[in-house]
């Protein structure tokens, strides 16, 4: 049977969408030519690729375990699944606007502190239906989309970079993909538990 979950969670894997530019955070094995010459990160208006599926992952020093909801003001890793790299962003000018820029970092879902943001939301937990941003931790600034397109061989994609103040360009939902449902494991624990007076 499946579960309606109404809210996102650790393990989940997901697209997220820019609500204003309407493009989904992407990712492939296409470095940038400039700044860090790291893996590139780019907004795609295409629905149905695969490149463009995250996962939601804890940090070193704090567990995210699978199917518990994402809070608001957790710090999380967010892995691109094709690649295994991590969502990151450092000091480096992004390639069209020179805004800060947005890389994939590290190998088998294996990087740094950069890889780490923090979810930004207005109630406890991070609603699918609702618009959150990513305050990139060790910089402060949000992932963000301003409209600039590359050309070849990534022609239309949008870049996507980190901006210091939060804008509409900064606004992401959840969209497409697979949503681990908390586990019953323990409440199923809890009535199986005979007490004796």
């Known amino acids: 049977y499946s579960v309606i979950i ?3 969670t650790c393990g989940s894997v997901i697209k997220l969408l820019n609500i204003k530019h309407n493009v989904r955070l992407h990712s492939h094995d296409v470095r940038y030519g400039s700044g ?3 893996q590139s990160v780019t907004g795609v208006t295409a629905v149905e690729d695969s490149n463009s599926y995250w ?15 994402v809070k608001c003001g957790q710090t999380i890793r967010l892995t691109h699944v094709n690649t295994r790299r991590n969502l990151h962003s450092h000091y480096f000018a992004s390639p069209l606007s020179s805004n800060q820029e947005v890389s994939a970092f590290g190998e ?3 990087g740094d502190h950069l890889d780490e943001w923090t979810v ?20 402060d600034a949000l992932l963000s989309v301003t409209g600039e397109q590359y050309g070849r061989p990534i022609q239309g994609q949008r870049e996507v970079h980190a901006m210091s103040s939060p804008s509409q360009h900064s606004l992401w939902k959840a969209m497409e993909g697979v949503f681990m449902k908390p ?9 199986h538990i005979h007490t004796e007076f």
Do not use: M, N
Request: with cysteine; proline share 2%; net charge negative.
């Open 36 to 38: 860090s010459g790291q």
């Open 55 to 69: 996962s939601i992952r804890g940090t070193r020093d704090t567990a995210c375990h699978r199917g518990t909801p």
């Open 108 to 110: 088998e879902g294996e």
């Open 183 to 191: 586990s019953d494991s323990a409440a199923f624990r809890e009535e």
């Open 120 to 139: 930004q939301c207005s109630s406890s937990v991070w609603g699918r239906e609702e618009a959150v941003r990513f305050r990139h931790r060790a910089t």
């Open 6 to 8: 109404d809210f996102v």
